[in-house]
């Protein structure tokens, strides 16, 4: 096989645009998803298969939206492990529960194919520049063969240890992303009903102890009205945050932090903002805050403390 052919199995989201950057930069990418036409769009050759990913390819990604759905792709009816073969290296793009990451790896273990958990943080815009952060779990022999294939959508990549310790990371992470998203937005609201300045309010935070990513980068933008489009999905990040409390419990870790962001994000989801991009978890908090938004009139006027 040509080490300049990858697979990609899922082009959505961020597949789609992680296979832009390895189409830009000369890689030539079979693409499988079920749909055909994401799959051109991103610029890479569709696949009909899976099989004809694994035949094609030695380096194959995944880009999926839970584990239910890698192990449906890898050890599923005619899935990658039917069609494997000694030597090809199977990266797994998605956040994953460790656990079914662990009985991924040892299943495709006894057909040689390595295994490697790289959870990534940075969003649509960072996958589009090429500036993502790896997480990556497994051996690091491996990752140091595959180095050449994440580089054109990947800054800094991190090697965290045995399998699965690449997926643990990235629900550590994501988890402390919901709380500063959620907290952030409550405050935000509470902020608007006090008739406070936003812009004013936000240069505080930041020059203050309050400072987190939202407030950095979120926010600046969603009190003008952007919220981002493009990146994970409120329904996503109650996924994560559900897979972050599963492995604190397999850890032995009390959880007592998860309720904020598990209501919070519960009630967006509830409300109507799941396939919606999570940074609209502030106007789930505005609708039963009497229907603020953060940017433009709010229908009731602010209370001054």
Request: hydrophobic share 45%; proline share 3%; net charge negative.
């Amino acid at each position: 096989m040509s080490e300049h052919t990858v697979g990609m199995v899922g082009v959505g989201n961020m597949g789609g645009r992680i296979t832009g950057r390895l189409t830009a930069a000369g890689l030539r990418v079979v693409g499988y998803d079920s749909r055909a036409e994401a799959v051109e769009a991103a610029g890479a050759v569709p696949a009909a298969s899976l099989r004809e990913v694994a035949e094609q390819c030695d380096v194959l990604l995944l880009s999926l939206p839970d584990s239910n759905a890698v192990e449906a792709v890898v050890v599923g009816q005619d899935g990658l492990l039917a069609h494997c073969r000694p030597g090809q290296v199977i990266v797994d793009l998605s956040t994953s529960a460790p656990a079914s990451t662990r009985r991924l790896h040892d299943q495709l273990a006894e057909r040689d194919v390595a295994f490697l958990d790289a959870g990534i943080s940075g969003g649509a815009a960072a996958a589009e520049k090429g500036t993502l952060t790896l997480m990556v779990g497994g051996s690091a022999e491996v990752l140091d063969g595959v180095r050449a294939v994440l580089a054109p959508f990947s800054a800094k990549v991190f090697h965290l240890g045995g399998t699965g310790s690449g997926h643990t990371a990235k629900l550590l992470n994501n988890f402390l992303n919901a709380v500063s998203l959620s907290a952030t937005a409550e405050v935000m609201v509470a902020g608007k009903r006090a008739g406070l300045d936003l812009h004013d309010l936000l240069d505080v935070l930041n020059a203050s102890s309050g400072v987190n990513f939202a407030t950095l980068n979120r926010f600046p933008h969603i009190v003008d009205g952007d919220y981002l489009e493009g990146g994970l999905t409120g329904r996503l990040m109650m996924k994560d945050v559900v897979l972050y409390v599963e492995r604190l419990q397999e850890l032995g870790v009390p959880s007592l932090n998860a309720s904020g962001p598990m209501a919070a994000f519960g009630l967006a989801n509830a409300l109507g903002y799941a396939d919606s991009i999570s940074n609209r978890v502030v106007d789930a908090i505005g609708d039963v805050a009497g229907g603020v938004r953060l940017h433009g009139e709010t229908e009731q006027k602010g209370h001054q403390g």
